[in-house]
């Protein structure tokens, strides 16, 4: 009942990563009052989680932060090209003192529930615990890639030693010294991590289901100068990366098609970015994504690297990606990762012809093989956009939650909102560029226009505001060709939700890019929030 409704704000935020700090800043600026529930024990989502050895951002770290403050971007010196976990962590708790963010943030505490009141308009959240606080507003900012999945293999359960995830990472150092260690998945984590493991193992050996695409990251310290050349440019630099560059990273953009160029100019082009090292590999090229001759240029050029690297032939045939487009699983940026499998310490088994049988105390069957371990680490991924909104038990209107409704694939509004959940917004939900982006770009953006419409509602004394059905499902239209023009689909990937057993096929971001999006989106609240109904808190709701 009201009367036991001790504590009521104007939003609940979920989540204390990059999203959910920002939020909060941005809506405190405001004169809004806000309270965050963050799972963990400390700020940084993502990169409090993800400890495994060899954790990095495959974002440069120059652009993989806030645009936000002159003064934060100024003052913070990163160290790296790419910033390791830890120094990201860092930073996130930098952000959080230095705003004074941690007095509205509440750790160490799940949402459970929340449930839309259809009389008072606003939401019951349910903490763990069990307390129960009322917001007019709810924000997940619950992340993309938070919902560590550890796969259903038979026997794992009998396995003696310990199993840790990479998603989900111990925060006590984890010593492989001496010890004979199994890695199951060869994503971003299983690829980062392996090279590091190797270092310290006895023995390592990777079960690859899938070969995966990787670039050199050339990692190295960044120099005053070229921290200067950031931060003397960065308002040109982060304009370009919100409106310009398709996935919110400033970067040279190619001006032709693979095709256009003969083979020694390709190889010669594909050469330089390989030199270079990281994701800019991929913008060699206008038509990568597009074409399937013109990418398999671009994939032939870096299986002929491993080919290259890797000394045993039989490994590096093995390594060799041919199940998917290059890109269309997410490009991996590594270090040392194909040159890892010519140490005497470290073997590949293939578990795509012939699946895990079955873990038993000490062992990975395989073929009827037993490869002897004594620890297990899951590289395996995430149940990716939809996982961690799915978690929370969330009611909207008639009860229903978002699991019935996005039974068929997420269906949202701009990535934004789902008509049925009103006053629930999504921060990079699916359906927005988010994961084929710089996701602190795209959170910046949401967060933005999150925020400045909670102010229209306020100064137009609005009370609800809800995705309209109709608008939602031109766009849940609009996503889906647009990724149906790429070779995106073409790939089992997360982004499609095939990593999950029974999940539905559809893929889940806006490919069309970041600054079509913004532009978007700021027509939408340009014309009033077209595609969203609002109300009055008089006006008796409509009926759906
Ligand atoms: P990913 O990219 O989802 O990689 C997971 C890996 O684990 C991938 O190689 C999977 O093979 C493999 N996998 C998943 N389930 C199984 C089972 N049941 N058996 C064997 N192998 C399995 O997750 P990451 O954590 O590496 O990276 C996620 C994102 O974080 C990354 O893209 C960056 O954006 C940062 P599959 O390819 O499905 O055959």
């Not at 491993?306 to 093995?318: P, Q």
């Not at 409704?405 to 269906?411: I, L, N, R, T």
């Not at 009370?463 to 060709?481: I, L, Q």
């Amino acid at each position: 009942s009201p009367a036991e409704a001790s504590e009521a704000y104007d939003v609940v935020i979920v989540g204390a990563g990059f999203a959910g700090m920002y939020m909060l800043h941005r809506l405190r600026r405001l004169g809004f009052s806000a309270r965050v529930y963050e799972q963990g024990g400390g700020v940084g989502g993502t990169w409090y989680w993800n400890r495994y050895p060899g954790a990095r951002c495959d974002v440069e770290s120059m652009q993989y932060s806030y645009s936000f403050s002159e003064e934060l971007q100024q003052e913070w010196d990163w160290t790296e090209r790419y910033a390791p976990q830890a120094e990201i962590l860092k930073y996130a708790n930098h952000v959080a003192d230095r705003f004074d963010l941690r007095r509205d943030i509440q750790f160490d505490t799940r949402v459970e529930r929340a449930v839309f009141d259809e009389q008072t308009n606003g939401w019951s959240v349910t903490i763990s615990g069990g307390k129960t606080v009322e917001a007019k507003f709810v924000v997940l900012a619950t992340g993309c890639l938070s919902n560590a999945r550890k796969p259903d293999i038979k026997g794992l359960e009998n396995f003696k030693g310990p199993v840790y995830h990479t998603g989900n990472w111990p925060h006590e150092p984890v010593d492989f010294t001496g010890l004979r260690v199994g890695l199951i998945g060869t994503g971003s984590s299983g690829i980062q991590s392996a090279p590091i493991i190797a270092e310290q193992a006895k023995h390592l050996t990777v079960f690859q289901r899938t070969a995966n695409f990787s670039i050199p990251a050339r990692n190295a310290t960044l120099t005053d100068e070229e921290r200067d050349a950031f931060r003397n440019n960065y308002s040109e630099i982060r304009r370009f990366a919100r409106e310009v560059a398709r996935n919110g990273i400033y970067a040279e953009q190619p001006d032709r098609g693979a095709l256009d160029d003969s083979e020694d100019d390709r190889h010669a082009r594909y050469g330089a970015r390989w030199d270079r090292g990281g994701l800019t590999f991929m913008y060699a090229y206008n038509n990568l994504g597009l074409d399937l001759a013109a990418n398999d240029t671009a994939a032939d050029y870096v299986r002929g690297k491993i080919t290259e690297i890797v000394k045993d032939a039989s490994t590096a045939k093995l390594l060799q990606p041919n199940s998917h487009p290059i890109g269309t699983k997410r490009i991996c940026i590594d270090t040392d990762y194909f040159a890892t499998f010519n140490r005497p310490n470290v073997s590949l088994v293939d578990i795509k012809t012939n699946p895990i049988e079955e873990i038993t105390a000490n062992a990975v069957r395989v073929a009827g093989a037993d490869h002897e371990v004594d620890a297990l680490v899951m590289a395996t991924g995430f149940d990716a956009m939809t996982g961690s909104v799915a978690r929370i038990g969330i009611r909207g209107r008639g009860g229903r939650t978002p699991n019935q409704k996005w039974a068929e694939g997420p269906k949202t509004y701009l990535g934004l909102m789902s008509a049925g959940f009103p006053n629930l917004f999504i921060i990079t939900g699916p359906g927005s560029p988010s994961v084929l982006s710089n996701m602190i770009v795209s959170i910046e953006q949401h967060v933005d226009w999150i925020a400045d419409c909670l102010l229209h509602m306020r100064k137009q004394g609005l009370a609800t505001m809800e995705a309209d059905g109709g608008a939602e499902d031109k766009w849940v239209a609009h996503v889906n060709e647009v990724a149906h023009g790429t070779l995106y689909p073409q790939a089992n990937s997360w982004y499609m939700g095939a990593n999950i057993p029974g999940k539905p096929r559809i893929f889940m971001p806006y490919i069309g890019g970041v600054g079509v999006y913004r532009r978007i989106c700021d027509e939408v609240a340009g014309k009033g929030y077209e595609g969203f109904v609002m109300t009055r808190a008089e006006q008796p709701r409509r009926v759906v």
